[in-house]
């Protein structure tokens, strides 16, 4: 059975479960065991479209397609070998990215090639502002594959073994992933991110030959001038359509710009828009007026001057409003940006944003973001864009531009928050509601994680500590833990550095609460302790209990109960006496599972039933729902099993309306183990398997793995031996993996008195020794009894059945 309990500090509200340890796709160890999801939509959908006016790579393609295709044959046998990485270089705008987009288009059209999909990642290589670390990169890539935030690790090595392993298992289920790593400047910084399984293939493009790779090295030279002319009509036609032939119209002057132009990709896409945004202008004229800028033209073919160039070219024709717009677009610390936050960036309305925002998209100077309605910059266009904004800092107004955009990442954020508070009341303008609030959270959460990270050094070190204690609540939502630690730690350090205490006490409640979920109880507690020591001194006695309840949480995952049921009853006396009633109904609340844990259970049912009236009077249903699903686990153990299944259902029908999947799940198992009692057990049957179904689709673990051992004795009671030994062998598989020892524990005993059913003895006796040896090293003596006296059964069994 499982409980869940929940603390708020600072409009961040935390959720423990205990009585089981949640964990999704990995656990880490020395050895690493990986089980898949039965689903899952790699990241196909972040590659890049591919070009229209894509030509002159044909042979670059089929080499890069003959590297990526699966072996055929055997070693000796002549069959093909598969090139596992390929190296593509080149200068900048040379066309690398998109060689790698059209190759990767083609081969998952290939059947059979890459089943599992595609993995991209932009390494912003070149962007001193943007450059993504080996960690940071594959902690998106871990994202990708489906592994929850809390279960990546830290350091580089263990991310990178992680990842590696989940590439590789991958590949053994037949779902082979092709990975594009794209703009690495260093081999150290793109060889972490490589599988190595002798599998999964990767693509890597930089403007650098990465001879340290260990790669097929493909060096991108610039197109001829065929293949110029040819990029130039077909993107030009694009634009415009069949009929505007102005290019083969006039190929003495196309053969000029394409020359000017020198080879490079980029250069001859954005020389065409600029022809394409003046329908009546002749290509001549367009040449005349590249001629015209010899001085630097001349250096086109530098790999230093080739882009810029072009760039010059293409930002002189923008008009003032244009120009200052594009000027300012590298203000944002993230990735893109959303037509909104442009619009507070140039001090105007959303409308006339949106039509310089497409303005700057047809020259080709910034290009669709991830969904409608936001956009992004090539990093070299940023690099030349942020050139020319500083210096027209004075006139653009560029640090009151800044300014805004962080303060609108800041009213919006808190806005948003409000909106995720599961209590009844009014709400600030901004979103209409919580989805919508979701829904900007999830669509700027680079960008305000960004903007945390860089605000102090751009002199806005409150911008970070606002967006930190608003983002609290939502990171913890989307379990997000490691954006979660990084910003709550930022925001520490800037309330100490000020002298804020009370900012200091709230950084700390939610830097605990963020360490507390990836298991880092120690710490949590270490932590919760000095933030409970700091209201203390405020006498703030108010968040000084919330503090306390906290502590009590992380107490009671480190298995130190005593000290919970301390802490838990006095935060619950305090709010009670101050009358805050929702701090008294999570303190409660989080009090019933702990004495649980040390099988109270009838103080347990007090305690949960109390917090659920106190939400149900506030109006609170989420966390109603919690304590709903927490007194059903309790009233199980008191053997008021019809009341437990009411119990049950009810919290799973309040979880289902909040959409909160991972719960559900929860109410469901703990559904299944109530239906158990009463002898409903096709009902179990259907509630675990339900439970073990979104468990899986959410990629949880160990949620899987207490449905998978409550399945199994379900279906023991009806005599389905053989698929109880399948679910308990899965259990404890799971178990293992996630190194719950304990669990294993119990599932093998379980599964010891599945197989003595199907009198399979020698088995049943190894796994009961095996339960034995985990419970005397975990120091559980009425356990390791327990297994030894059932390994003492099924060996009588056996000797009496042999005799």
């Known amino acids: 059975m499982t409980g869940l309990d ?79 990485v390929s190296a593509v270089s080149g200068l900048a705008g040379i066309g690398k990215t998109e060689l790698a987009v059209q190759t990767a288009t083609r081969a998952l059209g290939e059947p059979g090639w890459f089943p599992g999909g595609v993995l991209f990642v932009d390494l912003f290589g070149y962007d001193p502002g943007r450059s993504l670390s080996p960690e940071r990169a594959l902690e998106g890539l871990l994202r990708a594959l489906a592994v929850p935030g809390e279960h990546i690790p830290d350091g580089l090595e263990d991310r990178q073994r992680l990842y590696r392993s989940v590439l590789a298992a991958y590949a053994r289920e037949g779902r082979r992933i092709l990975v594009i790593v794209d703009n690495a400047s260093t081999a150290g910084q793109a060889g972490p991110l490589l599988p190595t399984d002798g599998a999964t293939a990767a693509l890597v493009t930089s403007r650098h030959t990465l001879d340290g790779l260990d790669a097929r090295l493909h060096d991108l030279d610039t197109l001829d001038t065929a293949a110029s002319l040819a990029v130039l009509d077909r993107a030009l036609r694009h634009a415009r359509g069949d009929d505007d032939t102005r290019f083969t119209d006039e190929a003495e002057a196309a053969t000029v710009i394409a020359g000017l132009c020198a080879g490079l990709p ?26 015209a800028e010899h001085g630097r033209l001349d250096k086109l073919a530098r790999p230093d001057r080739a882009v810029r160039a072009a760039f010059d070219l293409s930002y002189e024709h923008l008009t003032p409003g244009q120009a200052r717009l594009f000027r300012l677009l590298p203000l944002n610390p993230g990735p893109d940006l959303a037509t909104e936050s442009a619009a507070h960036l140039a001090d105007t309305g959303p409308d006339r944003a949106a039509e310089l925002l497409q303005q700057l998209a047809d020259a080709h100077l910034i290009e669709p973001g991830s969904s409608w309605g936001r956009w992004r910059m090539h990093d070299l266009v940023r690099l030349y864009a942020d050139e020319r904004g500083r210096t027209h800092a004075v006139p653009d107004r560029r640090d009151g531009a800044r300014a805004r955009l962080f303060t609108h990442y800041q009213d919006s954020a808190r806005a948003a ?142 298995r130190r109960f005593e000290e919970a049921i301390r802490a838990h009853t006095d935060a619950a006396t305090v709010f009670r006496e101050l009358g805050d009633r929702h701090g008294e109904g999570q303190a409660l609340n989080n009090l019933g599972v702990t004495l649980q844990q040390v099988r109270r259970f009838e103080e347990a049912v007090h305690a949960h039933t109390h917090a659920g009236a106190i939400y149900r009077d506030l109006g609170d249903r989420h ?181």
């Open 417 to 558: 928050d409000a909106h995720l508070d599961t209590l009844p009341g009014p709400r600030p303008r901004g979103f209409p509601d919580r989805a919508a609030a979701l829904h900007w959270l999830d669509a700027e959460h680079p960008n305000l994680t960004a903007t945390a990270i860089a605000a102090p050094a751009l002199g806005h070190p409150s911008t970070t500590v606002s967006l930190a204690f608003s983002l609290a609540r939502f990171l913890g939502l989307r379990r997000s833990f490691v954006d979660a630690i990084t910003l709550a730690t930022s925001a520490l350090a800037i309330c100490r550095g000020l002298g804020d205490r009370h900012g200091e006490g709230q950084a700390l409640n939610n830097l605990g609460n963020a360490l507390g979920e990836v298991r880092r109880f120690e710490e949590a507690i270490e932590i919760h302790t000095r933030a409970t020591a700091v209201y203390h001194q405020l006498g703030d006695r108010h968040r000084e209990s919330r503090a306390l309840n906290n502590l009590g949480n992380a107490l009671g995952e480190a």
């Open 266 to 291: 980029l250069a001859l896409r954005i020389a065409s828009a600029v022809l394409a945004a003046s329908p009546g202008r002749p290509a001549s004229d367009l040449a005349a007026a590249l001629q």
């Open 6 to 84: 929940t603390a708020r500090e600072g409009g961040a509200t935390s959720n423990t479960i205990t009585g089981g340890i949640f964990f999704h796709a990995v656990v880490q160890g020395r050895d690493i065991s990986v089980q898949l999801p039965p689903a899952i939509t790699p990241a196909l959908s972040g590659l890049p479209a591919p070009a229209s006016a894509f030509t002159g790579r044909d042979q670059q393609v089929e080499r890069l397609l003959a590297d990526l295709a699966p072996a055929t044959g055997g070693a000796g046998t002549g069959g093909r070998r598969t090139v596992l």
């Open 623 to 803: 966390l109603e729902g919690t304590a709903l699903l927490n007194l059903g686990g309790a009233l199980v153990q008191v053997q008021r099993f019809e009341e437990a299944v009411d119990t049950q259902t009810r919290a799973a029908g309040v979880c289902r309306e909040f959409g909160d999947r991972h719960l559900e799940g929860t109410a469901l198992n703990n559904l299944g183990s109530a239906l158990q009692r009463v002898r409903r057990f096709e009902e179990a049957i259907d509630a675990h398997t339900q439970a073990i179904t979104i468990y899986r689709e959410l990629d949880s673990r160990h949620g899987e793995g207490q449905a998978l051992g409550n399945l199994g004795a379900a279906l023991m009671l009806v005599g389905r031996f053989e698929e109880a030994v399948t679910a308990h062998t899965r259990a404890a598989t799971v178990f293992r993996e996630l190194g719950d020892r304990h669990s294993e524990g119990k599932e093998r005993s379980k599964l010891g008195i599945a197989l003595r059913q199907v009198r399979r003895f020698g088995e049943a006796i190894s796994a009961h020794a095996g339960a034995a040896t985990l419970f005397r090293e975990l120091g559980d003596r009425h356990a390791e009894e327990t297994a030894l006296e059932a390994w003492a059964v099924t060996h009588n069994e056996r000797w009496l059945r042999q005799g």
